[in-house]
Each structure stands twice: as C-alpha cells, then as structure tokens.
C-alpha cells in the first residue's frame, strides 16, 4: 500500500501553492473524509480522548515559477524553494496549466561545442536559465496555456531501484504522504486512543506556510511532523552524522536552519522516550538526528497557543532536492509501524509539561 502510493503521487505535479491534484489524489485515499482550510491543508480527525495530537507532513514541492516569456517562445522563471542551481541544466520540466495540463520542456544547456573554456566549470545561475517548450513565439507558448505564474515542477519520475529502494521526483515529501495515508488506516480501525488530526500542509517548501495555519485552528496539545531524514551513507556526506537507508526510521534530537532562518526544534524529552520506547516495542530501528541546515514545519507548529509538545520523525533520504531524490521503502514501512505503537501510548496520563 504505502508502495502504491508513494509511486502514484510522485506521478502528480504539485508545487507549493498548487497542491490541488495532489490534495484531491490523497483525499480519495483516505478512510474517511477530510476537510480543507483557506490554505488548502487537507485536514482528518480521528476523534479520542486528550491530549489531542496533530501527525502532519507536507504534499507540495519545489520547482519554479514562470517569470517572463520571451519574444521567440523561451521562457524565464525564478526558484521556489532550496532548488540546487548546479543540479539544474538539462533537467525535463512540465509546466502545469491552470485548466490541469502538463506541457512539457527542457531547461537549456549550452551547447558544448560553444561552451567556452571558462564556462566549463561554472553553474549558471537561475536568472540566466530559460525553459524551452518547442514554441517558436511568445504567442504560441501563451495560446499553450502559459503565462507569468505558471506552476513549474521536474518532469514526474519514478525509479524502482535495487534492495527495495525508490528514486524519484519529490519523494520529499510524497514518502511522508504514503505513510500518514497508511497511519491513517489504522487509525479508522482502532477502538481507542488520542484525537489525531491527521493533517496534509501546503507551501512548506515557501518558507513553511500551511501547517502554522492548521495548527492555529486545531490547537494540538502535541505535534509531530513527518518529512525526510537527511541520509549520511554516500561519500558527500558521510561527515554529517549516522542515517543510513535500510535501518528503520529516524528521530531528531537537533535541529537548526542557520541559513537566515534562526530556527529549529528541541524535541519534547517525553515524546523522545515515548518513540524510543515504542520503537523497541514494534522491533522498529530507530535513528537519530542532530544536523544544521534543516528545517521543517514543526519550527513555527512549536510556538502555537502556550506551545505544543513537538517531534520531528521521518525517514533516511538520499540527495535532497534534486530531481531524483531516494529513499527506501522499508523504512517508511517501519516508520508507518513506528507512528501507530507511538499514538497507542499516548493517553491521558501523558505529562505534556517539560520539566517535572
């Protein structure tokens, strides 16, 4: 199931501000009917006893916005997002209509036979990148259906690769989508337990929107977001800690944007005994996570009300906002097992205070 689905939303364009497929695919997957908000975070209740708990993970992604149309049909767009700049020529893009067409392009490359011995080994900066579509005039890309605006994602891609492991386009945070839908399966079965709101945020790729938002009307008394774990197992980054694909799930103990962006989360001490706890339950592997440069939703879901009670959970991924990113499937397998022991401890009695 988790498989199923993780392969069917990475199939779907989704940049953050346009997640409206996605919403809608992930909606007719839920057990029970979800809700929507001004933003358009999908929302679910799973209703229980106190303390309330808001599971969250974001269904929007990176990409661009289409900024100018030149006179002969080339198209000029600005970042939306951490998109890697270096990573970006000679990447198949679709440009997604408002009436839910996909029309396809190429961000250029330079032709190397033109490309000067100075050229050779710098990156082009966005600015200077142009998308084309095939149209020869500014007119024919218009009578397409693009305009200034236009939505632009890397061409939906799926790769089933060796030991279980899935590479593709936002697997951030379509994985993350895949688990809560398999969580939230469970959770229409149970007899009892806390009031889960199982939330879907959009624009965490625009500087973390939506879910600061759901958190403000549904006032949880704990949150816990769901989004990757960045994997520390290939040569490039193997200096940046001990997440590794294959072995289970993990947990942030530290995190820190240090980017401009002061923010980040200290987990609730008794959500990180209550995980751990659950994890050798479940027979789970749990691993851990302190890393600077990563931030998440759950930065500005801590401060709601008089605070809530946070955690950041995810899964190992590799090569982070590229146009394939991977991870792989066991682990969100065991992170859907992980989120399910997790909640059944969560009751009454659970101390939301800090320091006893």
Excluded at 257 to 268: D, F, Y
Excluded at 293 to 322: C, E, N, W
Excluded at 328 to 354: C, M, N, T, Y
Aim: with cysteine; proline share 5%.
């Amino acid at each position: 199931m988790i498989a199923d689905n993780l392969k069917a939303l990475m199939q779907i364009p989704g940049l953050s501000g346009h997640e409206c497929r996605v919403a809608a695919a992930i909606s007719k997957r839920m057990p029970i009917t979800c809700e929507t908000d001004t933003l358009g975070n999908l929302i679910a209740t799973f209703p229980g006893s106190n303390p309330s708990v808001m599971l969250f993970t974001h269904m929007d992604q990176l990409g661009f916005i289409v900024r100018k149309i030149e006179d002969d049909g080339l198209i000029r767009i600005h970042r939306m997002g951490g998109v890697p700049e270096r990573a970006l020529a000679s990447q198949s893009v679709v440009l997604s209509t408002a009436d839910g067409r996909d029309i396809p392009g190429i961000i250029a490359n330079k032709s190397h036979h033109a490309t000067q011995p100075d050229e050779k080994y710098k990156v082009v900066r966005t600015a200077d990148l142009y998308i084309d579509t095939g149209h020869s005039t500014k007119a024919a890309v218009e009578k397409a259906g693009i305009s200034i605006g236009t939505p632009v994602t890397y061409v939906p891609n799926v790769v089933e690769l060796a030991e279980g492991r899935i590479a593709g386009t936002s697997v951030d945070d379509r994985a993350g989508c895949a688990v809560l839908l398999d969580v939230a399966n469970s959770l229409a079965k149970r007899v009892s337990g806390p009031t889960v709101h199982v939330v879907f945020s959009t624009q965490e790729e625009f500087n973390l929107r939506g879910a600061l938002s759901a958190a403000q009307a549904l006032k949880p008394d704990i949150a816990i977001q769901i989004d990757l774990m960045l994997a520390s197992d290939t040569p490039d980054t193997v200096d940046l800690g001990e997440m590794y694909l294959g072995r289970g799930p993990g947990m942030s103990l530290y995190s820190f944007h240090g980017r401009g962006t002061l923010n980040g989360v200290l987990p609730h001490p008794a959500l990180v005994s209550l995980f751990e706890n659950a994890a050798e339950d479940a027979s789970v592997g749990l691993q851990r996570s302190a890393q600077v440069g990563v931030l998440t939703d759950l930065s500005y879901v801590q401060h709601v009300g008089k605070g809530v009670a946070a955690i950041d959970l995810g899964f190992p991924m590799r090569y982070s906002h590229s146009s394939l990113e991977v991870c792989q499937l066991s682990d969100l397998e065991d992170l859907a097992a992980l989120l399910v022991a997790g909640l059944e401890r969560i009751g009454p009695d659970f101390l939301l205070k800090r320091w006893v």
